[in-house]
Each structure stands twice: as structure tokens, then as C-alpha cells.
């Protein structure tokens, strides 16, 4: 008869790993993820072998050494996949643990989560607080809301609130929050989060810009939200009125490989030397140009049909439009001159939209659907 695994090894190897890279910095979050077992809140997940997607049937309950050891790896699970793409999914553990650092949660706050998910973002926040029931979290599906609260009972957490609805109405039966976060890519903030959390309560939201999702930190106070890009990320897009469907190109158009116009970079040319020089670029690239977009090795500027500009560390690329190449290269040499900005260099700020109000002076203005996102550079 098989020896049934050790699970708390596996829990404890995957919080030695995030610690020792950095993304577990205190005791509190630490301890969470000691607590917390992964594996008792999953049924069926996806891994990626190869460029392959292979589906899991995994039993909580009698877990087997082998899915243990995708389960405490440090990468994202899908759980559910709709037209060949992920519909659901369990975060990166370290992702998680950034996100919770940044949150800085203490015991007593209240927190909203939107996008449930498996609910271990949600049981690490239960630990973090204290009490479960000061956690809530809302998913759109109900299947995933069925599911996530009885693996939470399952796993001790029923006092958790796992709430089914849209998360752009956030849980108001349940504000006010110390806290909200969300685990889904949002194409704009929803004026309720803000109506739900308390004056000097902090928000943490996957905010999307130029194809990605930079997670922007925000400090609500005087009915003000303002903040910073804490970590670049990518997540799932949210569905419902937070999506805006055509804020950034959706793509490129790839042409013929002999259509394609290329100028090698001269010297160290377009190098990012940085670790966060490419997400700087893209970031300031995107308060100009609502075409920027993150492409393959590279960052660049798409039209689509129309053609698109790409620069990288070979040169700067082009198919169809010069234009775009030469508007590329001069924006790339702007942010050089003012000295490579990163992205948590520009000051991020929220009002709501239809508020009449100028461009911040030497300031970028993005305008959402909810919200005018206004950026200025410095303190």
C-alpha cells in the first residue's frame, strides 16, 4: 500500500523557495503560506507540458506525490478553459506573495478580493487578518463560486464570504474594506470599490496598459485615489463592464517575412539594460500612444492592418508604415533624454470621468471608462 505524502514538505518547500527569492519578506505572509494547503483546494487543473495543455483530475483529500509537486511549484493553474484558453485559474504563488507584502495586511481589516479563483489568495488573506469572515470574495461564475466555498469549508475556512456577482459592484453588504485587491486584469477601477473602502485604505488592481497588467498600488484618501505601478503582471482578463475591449491594440498583423523593413541598431542601439528598462518604455510609450503594445522581443506600436513598428535589441523592425518606425524611435530617444523612467516612477492619479479637469501640467491623461487615469512623472 502506497505511503500517503507528506503534504506539509511540499507547503513548506514552496515558502522556503518564495523567501529565498525575495517575495515572502515578513513573518506575517510567511506564516500564511506555511499554513495554507494548496493542494486541499483544487480538483481539476491544467499544466503546461511543453506547448501542450494536460487537464488533472487531482483528489484533494488523497493527493498524489506527482501533483504535489505541480501544485507547490511557483507557477499559475488553470482550473477551467474555455475555447482553448484559460476562464479560471489559481495565481503564481509568488505573484500572490508580492501582492500580499504590498498589501500589508494586519489582524482586524477587512478585505474585498475580486476574482475568487480557487480561493487560496482568500485563505492566505483569512490568515493574514485573522478572522475569515473578514474576507470576502466575488467571481462572476457561479461554478467557480459553488466550488471555491466548499473547498474552503473543506480545507478550514468556511467563514470565508465567497460571493456570487460582478465584481465591478464590489460586496456592499460587507464594506466597509481596509483593503481590496483584485486577481483579474481590469481594463479600469469601478467607482464602488471606492465608495466601499475606507478613507487611507489601500487598493491593489491589475490595471491594463499596452496589452499587459501592471499592478497599481492606490491609497484612497480625501476621496482621492493616487498611487503607483508596484509590479509589472499579466492576468485573465475581467469580464463584464471593468473589460474595455479596444483601450490597447489586440495584437499584430503579421505580413510577409520579405515585406518586413529592418534597421539594425547602431552600438548598444535600442538595449534595455535595466531589469525593468523594457517595462519602463512600454509604460511611457503607452501615456503617449494609445498603440503601444508589448510584442515578441521587443516593444513596439500596432495598427493592425495598417502595419506596426517594432524596436528591439537587433534594431527597429517595421511592416507597412514607416511612419510608425520613426514615431517609435523618437518617443524611445524622448524617454532616453529624460533618464529611462521606470514605470513606478510616474505618480498615478484617478478622477472620475465626465469631471471636468485639466491635463496635469508635463502630464499624460488615459481616459477609461469609469475613470480619467491622469500621470505625471516625479514625486
Sequence with gaps: MATEPDTQVYIDRLATKLKATGAIRSAAV?????AVPRHRLLERFSYYDGARPVMIDHNPRRPEPGHLDLIYDDTALATRREGGRPASSTSQPSMMARTLELLDLRPGMRVLEIGAGTGYNAALMAELTGEAHLVTTVDIREDVVEQTSRLLAAAGYPGIRVRHGDG???????????RIVATVGCSDLS??????L?????????LAHCGDHPLVLLRHQAGELRGRVALWTGFMPVRGPLHIEDLWPAGVVCGE???IACEPAPGPGFAFSRPDDEHGFLFYLGLHDRR?????????LS???DGWAKLGPDGLSWWKNAGLARTLERLYQRWLAIGRPMASDFLLSFQPAGVSSARPPGGWVIERRFYRELATLGA
Excluded at 510567511?30 to 506555511?34: G, H, I, K, S, W
Design 30 to 34: 510567511e506564516r500564511a503560506f506555511r
Design 191 to 196: 467607482p464602488n470599490w471606492a465608495a466601499q
Design 292 to 300: 503601444a503594445l508589448g510584442m515578441h522581443d521587443g516593444i513596439g
Design 198 to 206: 475606507r478613507d487611507d485604505g489601500i487598493m491593489a488592481i491589475p
Design 168 to 178: 465591478v459592484q464590489g460586496a456592499p453588504a460587507d464594506a466597509p474594506f481596509d
Design 257 to 259: 517575412q520579405t515585406e
Design 303 to 305: 495598427a493592425m492592418l
